[in-house]
């Protein structure tokens, strides 16, 4: 069965501090990898997912098979960073599985 | 491009109603996904509809049923309302085909309280 585990319900950290979501992952086959984030007030938006690779608002993700984990990075967390986060999973041609979300926030 | 659409955005209704809730998805988007959000459970799959197809359904009761129209919006429905369906519905279209494969872009959800 697919799951998806975000063992913190909230992280706070300090502006500039480096972030780190973790999430970590159960799938027998080759999953696809998502993070989501939700801004105070706006609409679940797609962060980035693992087959592209990119960095998208300084964040990246790596996508490690042998720990099943999908960690979400910032070197340098901003204000703006403050949101809920939620890490998804995919076996490609099957529903989105979401973790339970982490909520960020950045102190000043 | 205009973004997922759901109406209405809030509903209250009574134990034992029934309720429709409805999405406009993206245009030229064919796949329609809903997601029941509650604090306790977090964001758990309903079903999704592809070209007028329902290609997939998480575990719900048969309370809870779905329709896509061939413009791709897309209706679910509620019968015998409990008060546990209280949550934030939220809808969500796709480009792909490959359900799960692509970005899904969310709609703002419509909130359903059960008294």
């Known amino acids: 069965a697919q799951r998806v585990t975000q063992p913190e319900k909230l992280l706070s950290v300090f502006k500039g501090a480096p972030v780190e979501l973790k999430c970590n992952y159960s799938?027998?086959?080759?999953?696809?990898l998502f993070w989501y984030v939700q801004y105070s007030r706006q609409r679940l938006q797609l962060l980035l997912r693992?087959?592209s690779r990119e960095s998208i608002k300084g964040f990246t993700a790596d996508l490690n098979k042998g720990e099943t984990s999908f960690h979400l990075k910032k070197p340098f967390a901003q204000e703006e960073d403050s949101a809920m986060y939620y890490c998804?999973?995919?076996?490609?041609?099957?529903?989105?599985?979401f973790g339970k979300g982490t909520r960020l926030s950045v102190i000043a | 491009k205009a973004g997922v659409t759901q109406t209405p955005r809030y509903l209250i209704k009574t134990r034992g109603q029934q309720v429709t809730l409805s999405c406009s998805p993206i245009?030229?988007?064919?796949?329609v996904s809903w997601y029941q959000q509650t604090p306790g459970q977090g964001l758990q799959f309903l079903f999704e509809?592809?070209?007028?197809?329902?290609?997939n359904k998480g575990n719900f009761p048969g309370r809870f049923s779905g329709r896509q129209f061939s413009n791709s919006r897309s209706e679910m429905n509620v019968s015998t309302l409990e008060l546990g369906d209280s949550a934030l519905y939220l809808c969500?279209?796709?480009?792909?085909?490959?359900?799960?494969?692509?970005?899904?872009?969310f709609g703002p959800g419509t909130r359903l309280t059960v008294t």
């Open positions: 969500a279209s796709s480009a792909g085909r490959a359900l799960g494969s692509y970005e899904q872009y």
């Open positions: 799938y027998s086959g080759s999953p696809e």
């Open positions: 693992h087959i």
């Open positions: 998804a999973l995919s076996g490609g041609n099957t529903p989105l599985v």
């Open positions: 245009s030229g988007h064919r796949s």
């Open positions: 509809y592809f070209s007028e197809t329902q290609r």
